[in-house]
């Protein structure tokens, strides 16, 4: 007989176990990704102040660990706003720690990153991290920090109070981690390159083991407005969501409730839903109860026969609902079909103007169009696409289009077969817009939203959803319209020149043979001919 | 036996020649130094253009006319090429230097004039013969030769090394190739009183060795299959400067008959050349109705042959002389072919002592009737 021993496991237990899912596959994945996650940490950092980021990583060999594995020390500095002492340990020292009530386009949404990589790093080499921070107040605050795996607590080993005298804003993390540098260069390279590109406001600095020296200078000091917290949206919120948000309101009925924890659910739209869901009634003095279609809204309830004004009955206490109550709510919510679609102010789109100079700045293209499609919506989180062509320049042929793919501002460099984007782009009908995979052509999507639709914990692609595939199918389908009238541009400009060429190639040879048919010493004059050639096509255009 | 002598005709023609290649570099000089796109202007060669012309009895190149211009796109290359090549054969002619379509193909190479392929050089040439009105002969420009003539004929050659030097055309008795430096020289005396021209190289040893030219007076020109321009014009030009009359043997089918009118009457590819046809020239046999009348051992006509008889039927250069369609109607009514080698059935000899002379007497009543 079979014996099976249950235990409880911790948060930081259970992503020690299953440390694949967030990325941390093997020593070259697990040494990109701890970076990846700290710079995201800080690029975030500074956004959210609206200030350039400056972001210095370096990574310094410290010791061989296996036959393919070495130590290093991971150090990244950031210019952000940094974190309030008290938060630290629990920042760097607790696995899914943040609050999740309110939501906002962040680049971490899983809480995790970070974390994960010290986790990680403590794992493989047992070693301590050091963080300091400092708000920019008159002290900086630096913690040795290490985690308490099975207990999903931060372990504070030291901690030191230092005086700011220079006003240093931002905050520095440091730890050792085991991994395969040499196999993971090529994607660190990639991703610092992809994280210019679609942050041309930020400047990267990065030291490899080797001592080489990688800076990728910002393009420009604008920068996208910061997103502002919204709170989840009715469609996309599940049972869990509801009980968390019942458990903190301080909000004693329904109405409230809803007006203050859904994202654009006023007054009105919350009794509608109240009566469209049975939490409330609405009743007449003429006719009695109503049903909700009996219902007019356009100036608070009305009977739609006699214009009287209704009265509706009490509303409930939400933390007095059941556990099927809840369940029901979550349907209706669902089900309801006159909530306002999410806006967008709670994402942060680079815009054209700072995608087109990130594109530029890191492609050196011929040509580029972006377009930034306006605010949709699946599942009730809005999202906004973003996408770029660019052609020719330093980009290369390489027989089939260079795609780069972008959520909520962090480059995707895995699975790209698997992406959406990459599916619409192969199910587009190119010869329509005479393009061809040959050409050099590159093509950037960036999708931003208060929850990007990724398959995967690994945040490597993005799901095939229908509503994200038309937006992109979409704005793919506008900038190559335009694409296409460059091309034909440009090939009518080309024709013209092989069209000059020819003349300037033969003109002066039937001068040459004719000049020696005819006997003569001296050859006819023929630039006024050429030029005139010139001259027409000019005109022509 | 008269003596007959012809003496400055190629020499007077070189002249013409240069002189016309000259006129068409001066037309271009003059119009690219008066600030104009320079055009040539020439006859077109489109088959709707192409009719016969029952009075010289030739193809002909109707009024029609292209012009090239070297404003247009697409003309300015051919155009440069064109000019290339009168450039080209100008010099030619002038160090009287003689070359192949090959080597014009090459040679452009030697001035950074690229052909794409041999078809794109042959027609320039051709373009430039229809602008001049000149066979490429004349401007040196030869195919490959195979044709022979053998007789007694002295010519005097003109190319450089040879001039003033003289030949009989008797001296060896396989014939003399027919190429340029033939072609290009000067009757000097024969006398000979007809020409006979053979389709194939056994019957044309064969009367050599039977001593035909001296039995009949004969020059002997063997045109080995369909007669070449070069020999097309000797033949011409044994014609009109000794004045005496062509006799043509082939084979006894519609090909050999063809050989015959073409040697005649010339062909529509030659439509805008002159001097290339003899239209006086006879056809001597093998006839359908020889077949009949001599017993000729015979193939039956294939399906080719039938098509091309009906061709041949309504083809203008055979309305003319009601003996082609007699003879083409023979022969559909027969259906077979023959030979010029069938008379051996009736022994080596017979063809030269017994149907020669039948024909050529027989012809030379119908001409005085």
């Known amino acids: ?541 | 036996m008269t003596q007959k002598r012809s003496k400055g005709v190629i020499a007077e023609k070189k002249n013409e020649i240069m002189g016309s290649l000259k006129k068409l570099g001066t037309q271009i000089y003059d119009q690219l130094d008066s600030g104009v796109f320079p055009t040539i202007t020439m006859p077109s060669r489109s088959t709707d253009n192409i009719h016969y012309d029952p009075d010289i009895r030739q193809y002909v190149l109707g009024e029609r006319s292209v012009t090239r211009s070297a404003r247009n796109i697409r003309h300015v290359k051919p155009f440069t090429q064109l000019a290339w090549a009168a450039m080209f054969s100008n010099e030619l002619t002038f160090h009287r230097k003689t070359s192949t379509l090959r080597d014009v193909y090459y040679s452009a190479q030697a001035y950074n004039m690229t052909f794409k392929d041999q078809q794109e050089s042959n027609n320039i040439i051709t373009d430039l013969e229809t602008a001049t009105g000149r066979s490429r002969e004349d401007f040196n420009i030869f195919p490959e030769e195979r044709s022979a003539v053998f007789g007694d004929l002295t010519i005097e050659y003109t190319v450089p090394g040879y001039e003033g030097k003289t030949l009989n055309l008797s001296s060896h008795p396989d014939g003399v190739l027919i190429g340029p430096a033939l072609t290009s020289s000067e009757f000097a005396s024969t006398t000979a009183d007809k020409v006979i021209a053979i389709e194939k190289g056994g019957l044309f040893t064969r009367f050599i060795e039977e001593n035909v030219h001296k039995k009949h007076n004969s020059i002997l020109v063997l045109t080995a299959g369909q007669a070449p321009r070069q020999t097309r014009y000797f033949i011409r030009r044994l014609h009109d400067e000794l004045k005496i009359p062509v006799y043509i043997f082939t084979d006894g089918d519609p090909w050999g008959m063809h050989i015959a009118m073409v040697i005649i009457s010339g062909s529509a590819n030659a439509a805008h050349l002159r001097d290339l046809t003899t239209p006086d020239a006879i056809w001597s046999g093998v006839w359908a109705s020889d077949i009949v009348n001599y017993k000729l051992p015979t193939d039956p006509l294939d399906d080719v042959d039938i098509k091309r008889l009906h061709e041949l039927q309504r083809d203008p250069r055979y309305q003319g002389d009601p003996l082609w369609q007699k003879e083409i109607k023979t022969f559909l009514k027969i259906r077979r072919k023959a030979e010029q080698e069938a008379f051996s059935r009736y022994g080596l000899t017979y063809i030269v002592d017994e149907y020669l002379p039948a024909k050529l007497d027989d012809k030379n009543k119908g001409k005085k009737k």
């Not at chain 1, 989840?232 to 968390?244: C, I, K, N, S």
């Open chain 1, 1 to 541: 007989m079979a014996q099976a021993t249950f235990q409880e496991i911790s948060a930081s237990d259970f992503f020690y176990r299953n440390r694949d899912i967030a990325g941390f596959t093997n020593p070259s994945r697990a040494i990109f990704a701890a970076i990846r996650e700290l710079v995201e940490n800080s690029l975030d950092a500074a956004e959210s102040l609206k200030i350039p980021p400056d972001i210095y990583v370096r990574l310094s060999f410290e010791g061989e660990a296996s036959r393919d594995t070495q130590i290093y020390k991971l150090r990244v500095e950031d210019n952000g706003c940094g974190i309030q002492p008290r938060f630290i340990p629990s920042a760097f020292g607790q696995v899914l720690y943040g609050s999740k009530y309110k939501l906002k386009q962040m680049r971490g949404t899983f809480g995790l990153g970070g974390k994960m990589a010290v986790l990680y790093g403590q794992i493989m080499t047992h070693q301590p991290a050091y963080v300091t921070s400092s708000t920019g107040s008159a002290k900086i605050y630096s913690f040795k920090l290490m985690i308490d795996i099975q207990r999903n607590r931060p372990l504070i080993l030291d901690r030191k109070v230092l005086i700011n005298k220079e006003q240093w804003r931002g905050t520095i993390v440091e730890f050792t981690i085991e991994g395969d540098y040499l196999r993971a260069r090529s994607k660190i390279l990639d991703y610092f390159k992809q994280t210019a590109m679609v942050n041309p406001y930020a400047n990267l600095t990065f030291v490899d083991p080797k001592g080489r020296l990688y800076k990728f200078n910002r393009g420009t000091i604008n920068m996208p407005e910061p997103p502002k917290e919204t709170d989840p949206h009715p469609y996309g919120v599940d049972v869990e969501l509801l009980q968390r948000l019942i458990h903190i309101t301080p909000h004693k009925n329904m109405q409230e409730f809803l007006k203050n924890h859904f994202h654009r659910v006023g007054d009105i739209t919350a009794q509608k839903f109240q009566v469209f869901s049975g939490l409330t009634t609405a009743s007449c003095k003429k006719h009695g109860k109503l049903a909700y279609q009996d219902i007019n809204w356009s100036r608070g309830p009305n009977c739609s026969r006699c214009g009287e004004v209704l009265t509706l009955s009490a509303y409930k206490n939400p933390k007095k609902l059941s556990h099927q109550e809840i369940v029901k709510l979550m349907q209706h919510l669902k089900k309801f079909k006159e909530f306002l679609p999410p806006d967008a102010s709670c994402l942060s789109p680079l815009g054209e103007e700072l995608l087109k100079a990130g594109i530029i700045k890191e492609l050196n293209p011929e040509y580029l169009v972006v377009k930034q499609r306006k605010p949709s919506t699946y599942a009730g989180h809005p999202f906004i696409i973003e996408l770029g062509i660019a052609y020719g320049g330093d980009i290369p042929k390489k027989g089939s289009f260079i795609i780069y793919r972008f959520a909520n501002k962090i480059p995707l460099l895995y699975d790209e077969a698997s992406d959406v984007s990459y599916r619409v782009i192969n199910a587009m009908n190119w010869r329509r817009y005479k393009v061809s995979p040959d050409m050099p052509i590159a093509i950037v999507v960036h999708i931003c939203s208060t929850k990007v639709p990724y398959k995967t914990v690994g945040k490597e692609f993005i799901a095939d959803r229908p509503e994200v595939r038309k937006e992109v199918a979409n704005a793919l389908r506008e900038v190559s319209r335009q694409l296409q009238h460059f091309l034909s541009k440009r090939e009518h400009v080309d024709r013209e020149k092989r069209r000059l060429s020819v003349f300037a190639k033969y003109l002066p040879r039937i001068a040459e043979f004719s000049t020696t048919l005819a006997g003569k010493e001296k050859q006819p004059d023929i630039q006024k001919l050429i030029k005139s050639v010139q001259k027409y096509d000019t005109e022509k255009k």
